[in-house]
Nanobody, 120 residues
């Protein structure tokens, strides 16, 4: 079994910053892509950023230039640095990872989510 645990959410004023972390643990052989998604009330879950094991990164247009994702492969951890936050960034942020398990299966796993609230 694999677990993803997010941390770093909270309440911040518009223009502020937050840094999210997501650590993967368990029966991990390797991790391919890791990423961040978010879901605002009444809206569908949407992609925020993804990063491959080789470091290729993709951002949603709405966060380009404000958010930065990175990962520490040795720690099986992915980060999301969020700057210049806007009220429309308010959402539950979820970590996602494409994991090759020790039994050599490949599965997507999700974290439990962390709330980010940006006040105007």
């Amino acid at each position: 079994q694999v677990q993803l645990v997010e941390s770093g959410g909270g309440l911040v004023q518009a223009g502020g910053s937050l840094r999210l972390s997501c650590a993967a643990s368990g029966s991990i052989f390797s991790i391919n892509a890791m990423g961040w998604y978010r879901q605002a009330p009444g809206k569908q879950r949407e992609l925020v950023a993804t990063i491959t094991s080789g470091g290729s990164i993709n951002y949603a247009d709405s966060v380009k230039g404000r958010f930065t994702t990175s990962r520490d492969n040795a720690k099986n951890t992915v980060y999301l640095q969020m700057n210049s936050l806007k009220p429309e960034d308010t959402a539950v942020y979820y970590c996602n990872a494409l994991v090759v398990t020790t039994t050599l299966g490949q599965y997507y796993y999700w974290g439990q989510g962390t709330q980010v609230t940006v006040s105007s």
